[in-house]
């Protein structure tokens, strides 16, 4: 038997440091690990940085807490309801850092970094201004254009991006930090792999036996696993396929709030500064709030059936 992985919530966030680079699992509205980054904001780190593909949510609370200094990325927008306000915002003052990139190239450069390569060839930016418009990086020290020794066509090359932690919110595990998750995982495989520290939450806690009677469903193996937290609705107010809906009142709310900075910041002193605890804020939204949410077990999501269908 390995040694567990298992910590506190608190434990997994003491190991963010101010300056830190930080990637995060999900995409769009579901499996971002919320419940963590509500905690980390709490503590009052700054000058982070963020390495993301599509944690949309992650990126906009961190500069809505005013704890975010750089941020390689590709594109964050709330489907359904429109721009990351504070994100956005803080781009244009100047008080984040941008570096933009496409999906794919954003997910190369993580991918370069998990595969101990010094660039990746790809086809995606070329000929676009993403390859020659300065960030905070030099142009060439991003991505450079590169005719290939065997056929001569001309590939970019992007060079590598190694984020501090990656942080990932997941299904369930055993306490070797073998981690499950179902339906749509993201580029989770390539953050992870990248990252020199890893937390995952989950939604459960199985036994080694219950993890082996399926082993590909295995997505991240426990050795690239350093600290494991059980945390249910631990993605809330996001959804996790399987186990619940996104919440959808409740990110309409922050929405709303965040049409200004002061109705961002109301927000976030009730919602995050007010609240003690990862279950202290799911008191709040009540039991039967969050149950309404569960999906149904055999489709993996919820499945409302329409008024006049017999049940």
Same mark, same amino acid.
């Given at each position: ?25 999900? +995409?769009? $509205? ?5 419940? +963590? ?7 009052? @780190? ?12 992650? *990126? ?51 991918? *370069? ?5 010094? /660039? ?15 960030? +905070?990086?030099?142009? *060439?020290?991003?991505?450079?254009? /590169? ?33 499950? &998750? ?29 993890? @082996? ?27 996790? !396929?399987?186990?619940?809906? !996104? ?11 965040? @049409? ?17 605890? $990862?279950?202290? !804020? ?7 709030? &969050? ?11 919820? !499945? ?6 017999? @049940?």
């Amino acid at each position: 038997m390995g040694r567990s992985k298992l910590v506190s919530l608190d434990d997994a966030v003491a190991l963010v440091e101010d300056g830190m680079s930080i990637t995060a699992g999900g +995409f769009a $509205h579901s499996h971002q690990p919320m419940g +963590f980054f509500r905690t980390l904001m709490r503590t009052g @780190r700054k000058e982070l940085t963020i390495m993301g593909v599509a944690e949309c949510w992650v *990126a906009e609370w961190l500069a809505a807490a005013g704890m975010l200094r750089r941020a390689y990325f590709s594109n964050f927008m709330f489907e359904g309801f429109g721009r990351c306000r504070r994100f956005s915002e803080g781009i244009e003052n100047g008080t984040i850092e941008a570096e933009d990139h496409s999906h794919f190239g954003m997910v190369m450069r993580l991918a *370069a970094s998990g595969l101990g390569l010094p /660039f990746m060839p790809m086809r995606s930016q070329a000929g676009t201004d993403i390859m020659n418009v300065a960030g +905070f990086e030099h142009p *060439a020290a991003k991505a450079q254009m /590169f005719r290939s020794p065997f056929d001569g066509t001309v590939v970019s090359l992007v060079s590598p991006l190694k984020p501090d932690i990656a942080v990932i919110h997941a299904a369930r595990a055993d306490e070797l930090g073998n981690v499950e &998750l179902y339906g749509t995982t993201s580029v989770i495989e390539e953050q992870v792999r990248a990252a020199a520290k890893v937390i995952v939450t989950v939604e459960e806690i199985v036994t080694t036996e219950e993890i @082996r009677r399926n082993p590909q469903a295995t997505l991240i193996p426990g050795m690239m696993v350093d600290k494991l937290v059980h945390l249910p609705f631990g993605a809330f107010p996001l959804g996790v !396929y399987g186990y619940y809906e !996104y919440d959808g009142a409740a990110l309409a709310d922050y929405y709303e709030a965040s @049409r200004t900075p002061e109705g961002t910041r109301v927000w976030l002193d009730t919602w995050v500064h007010g609240i003690a605890t $990862h279950w202290d !804020y799911l008191d709040a939204h009540g039991a039967s709030r &969050l149950l309404a949410l569960r999906t149904d077990p055999h489709l993996g999501y919820r !499945y409302d059936i329409p008024e006049g269908v017999a @049940r």
